[in-house]
């Protein structure tokens, strides 16, 4: 080999690893909550009524990875949401979002990163934001949880282990509408006894 094309090889090298390492420097995590890819019985579904009640399915039902140095400074991570699997209620998957590897932009190896996860049906919204701000909508957010992003060559760890399951629950509007007819009705057959 010439030492000119020497050269241009070594350069061509190095160019290719500095732009992979500039790839990988940014954080990765795995937006997952497939309980087959933990194994220590935490419970990270997501529910339509309560925790430990019907489990989610469906895929207009959507989730939505948000993330920030804190609770206060939370976006959204593009492509910004996972259908969950549109399978029957008993099913193993149920409650299980359709995820993927997400990247961090901002964010680098060993750094703190604020997690929240926001579910909303998006057949009818197309924005947690627009669910969350609408009468008689169902949506939900998991608690704020915290993930640290592994070092490079890590072949375990990306996983949001600090996440815990939740339920949506409809606008608060809706929730008073049942204790609201119940009182009527009562006081309506008080008021008709002689």
């Known amino acids: 080999m010439k030492p000119r094309q020497t050269r241009a090889t070594i350069l061509c090298f190095l160019a ?4 992979t390492a500039q790839c990988w420097s940014q954080g990765t995590v795995n937006f997952r909550n497939n309980p087959q890819i933990f194994f220590d019985g935490i ?3 997501v529910y339509l009524d309560f925790v430990g009640g019907t489990r989610l399915v469906g895929s207009n039902y959507v989730a939505e990875l948000r993330y920030g140095t804190d609770a ?5 991570v593009a492509p910004p949401v996972a259908p969950f ?3 029957p209620p008993d099913g193993l998957l149920a409650g299980v979002w359709s995820g ?3 990247t961090l932009s901002g964010f ?3 750094d703190l990163v604020t997690f929240q ?3 909303w049906d998006v057949s009818r919204f197309s924005t947690y934001d627009e669910a969350s701000s609408s009468p008689g909508a169902i949506f939900g957010a998991s608690e704020p949880f915290s993930y640290r992003v592994p070092p490079f060559g890590t072949s375990h760890g990306f996983d949001i282990v600090n996440f815990r399951a939740f339920a949506l629950v409809p606008e608060p509007s809706v929730l ?7 009182t009527v009705v009562l006081l309506h057959r008080e008021a008709r006894k002689p």
């Open 16 to 19: 290719g690893v500095c732009v």
């Open 43 to 45: 419970d990270r579904f």
């Open 72 to 76: 206060s400074s939370l976006n959204a």
């Open 85 to 87: 699997r549109d399978i």
């Open 100 to 102: 993927d590897t997400r």
């Open 108 to 110: 680098t190896q060993g």
């Open 117 to 119: 996860v926001k579910v």
């Open 176 to 182: 008073f509408l049942g204790p609201l007819l119940l």
